[in-house]
C-alpha cells in the first residue's frame, strides 16, 4: 500500500513481467490445444484471443491469451500462450502430460525474446513500433486498452512508441477498476469457476465448440443461466465515511493504509456496524489502495437478481470484511460495484 500509484494514469504503456510466453508449434498443434481450452481454435484464426485452461470438474487452471497473428499462418501451426509467470511450469507440465503421440513442440520462450505489454488510453495506431508483433483489444471489458507483443524489451533506444512509460502497477490498479481478475491469486487454480470469474463475459468460452476438458460442467452452467457468485470491483471505506452510491464506480484513494488480506470473508453488518453471523456474502481477493477485487453472492452485495427465489439484498445494507475490526469494533466496510459490461 506505501507504493500505491497517486492516481490513475490516463494513459500508459506498461510491460507486464509477471506474464510468460509458451510456443506450440507442429501438425497437430491446433486439435491439441482444441481439446484444452475453452475457447474455439480454429486453424485459420488470425487474430488473438482469451480462453482458459480447465479441470475435468470445470474448474479453472489457468487464464490465458493464445496469440496467433497472420505472419503465423502457415502449414505448421503455431501460437503462443500467455500465462501467468508463477504459472507457467505447471502449465508447460500440463500440455507435456497430454501430448502422448501428437506431432507438436512446446517451448518456453525467453523472457528476453519477446515481452507482453499493456495499453489504454490510446488508439490501436500509437502501439505501432518496428518491434510490435501483435496487438489485441482487451475483450474483458469494453475500453480497458490494448494487450501487445513486442520483441525484447522496449526502450526509447529502440522504438518505443511515443506514449507514457508506466509501472505495471498502473495496470494493476486499472484492472481493479474495470473489475478484471488475473492470474493465480485472483482466479485460484482447481478453485475458481469460470462464470465465477467472468471468462464467459470476457469471451473467454465458445459454447458452440465440441468437447474439451471440463466442458460438461460448463455448459449445464450456461443452459441453467444461474450463477450466483461472480468477481467484482469493490471499494473499502470506514464508519462515517460516505457510503459509495449504487450507480457510480470505484473512487481510488491512494492514502488508504489498511492492508486486507487475500481470501477474507466480507459479510453483511447488523444495524449497530457489526459483522453478523453466518453465510459469508463474499471475499476479498487484491487491492491497491483503497479498490480491490472480491468474489460476491450476486442477490446479497448488490441489487442484481439470478434466481427465481431472490436473495437477501436490501436498499442501505453494508457489509464489512472479518477481522478487520477496530478498538471500537468498527469493521472495515466494503461495496460492491456491478461494472456496465
Known sequence: NNLAPSRPAP??????PSRRLIC???????KFLQGLISNNVDPNRKSPFYA?????RGRVLWDV???????LIREEWVCYIEVDG???EALLKHLKKHKLRSKLQ?????????GVYAAWGIGAEELQSSLLIASLEDPRATGFGFRCLYKGSLSKENAMPPIPALDAEQYTLRRYLFGIPEGPSEIPRESALPMETNIDLSSGIDFQKGCYVGQELTIRTKHTGVVRKRVLPVQLYRNGDPVPAEDTAPTFDPSWNDTIESGTDIKQLD???????????GKFLGGIGNVGLAVCRLEMMTSMRVSAEGGSWRPGAEFGIQGTENADGEPVRVKAFVPPW
Do not use: C, H, N, Q
Request: hydrophobic residues 45%; proline residues 4%; aromatic residues 8%.
Open 11 to 16: 494513459k500508459g504503456l506498461t510491460p507486464l
Open 24 to 30: 506450440l508449434s507442429g501438425a497437430d498443434a491446433a
Open 52 to 56: 482458459a485452461f480447465l479441470d475435468a
Open 65 to 71: 491469451f493464445i496469440w496467433t497473428y497472420p505472419e
Open 86 to 88: 508463477a504459472e507457467v
Open 106 to 114: 512446446i517451448k518456453l520462450v525467453d523472457e528476453d525474446e519477446m
Open 271 to 281: 444495524e449497530e456496524g457489526g459483522i453478523r453471523k453466518g453465510r459469508a456474502a
